[in-house]
């Protein structure tokens, strides 16, 4: 199998995956339970989730770590683990993917802010990354993918942690807000020239974005960031903007919502492209069909 980069510059579109964590839920995880705590305790799960999206036509699937940082492990107790989870959910990945598939490490964010608004320094952040890094690498992972960014400075950290650590891929997927001037800013107003120029430079191989958008606000995105690097793109919207509806939180693009969104990012440039909250096996399958094998 060819090396991702490599294929990526041969001008193959990829196919991510969709959903971890609301495919866990329907399997039984309760609200408020550690997503990542079952890649312990209910494995089989966690790898059934992965491999349902390979049947259903994903070339790359990504761990259940997107938590898997000791700072948001310690909320469940279980920051001791990190090594643990984080290479147990590796090794589940690669299992359901086999050999002839990619597997993604999720690297979420920390949820804590880097000084001076907040406590945490570079070099602690740089260290929490890399904890999680290197037992995700040790499990087997082909790149990592830190996702759901929202501030530069703690994104930084993470390519750094990735760099200093491994020598895998590094993709960093942002989360961007369309403001009522109609510009596109994370929640602490990184917007996409300076996400291209930053991180660009910092040596993240692939960039993009994932979550907080359907696919039609997303495109606009894909749109406004492909001319602004030569680089690889990956975005994974959400399937449609969440409501709720009896007191639980859904996600309403249909199958065939989200292919038409995947041909539109494909058109629009994209390397790679998947789905985040609320996508599920079905929405992947009919993806596929305007995604090339």
């Given at each position: ?74 909320h ?11 290479r ?170 989200m ?35």
């Amino acid at each position: 199998m060819l090396k991702l980069l490599q294929e990526l510059k041969t001008g193959k579109v990829l196919l991510s995956d969709g959903a971890m964590g609301t495919q866990l839920h329907q399997r039984g995880l309760p609200v408020g339970t550690c997503p990542e705590s079952w890649n312990l305790f209910h494995p089989d799960d966690v790898q059934a989730v992965s491999a349902a999206y390979v049947a259903a036509g994903s070339d790359i699937v990504e761990t259940n770590t997107l938590g898997g940082t000791r700072i948001k492990l310690a909320h469940f107790g279980l920051a001791d683990q990190v090594a643990e989870i984080n290479r147990k959910s590796a090794q589940l990945a690669r299992r359901a993917a086999g050999d002839d598939h990619y597997v993604f490490a999720s690297v979420g964010s920390t949820g804590e802010f880097m000084e001076p608004l907040g406590s945490r320094t570079e070099r602690e952040m740089i260290e929490v990354f890399a904890e999680q890094m290197k037992a995700l690498a040790a499990g087997g992972v082909d790149a990592l993918c830190i996702e759901t960014q929202i501030a530069l400075d703690e994104a930084l950290a993470a390519v750094k942690a990735a760099k200093e650590n491994t020598d895998l891929p590094v993709v960093v997927t942002l989360t961007f807000d369309k403001t009522a001037a109609g510009e596109f800013r994370t929640v602490m107003g990184v917007s996409p020239e300076q996400m291209v120029d930053k991180l660009a430079a910092a040596g993240a191989d692939v960039l993009g974005s994932n979550c907080g958008q359907g696919p039609a606000r997303m495109v606009e995105l894909c749109r406004k960031l492909r001319p602004l690097t030569d680089l690889p793109l990956m975005f994974q919207a959400n399937a449609g903007l969440p409501v709720v509806e009896n007191g639980q939180t859904v996600f309403k693009a249909t199958p065939e919502e989200m292919a038409e969104g995947a041909a539109q990012f494909r058109a629009a440039g994209a390397n790679i492209i998947g789905g985040c909250c609320g996508t599920t096996p079905a929405h992947i399958a009919a993806m596929r069909k305007v995604i090339p094998a």
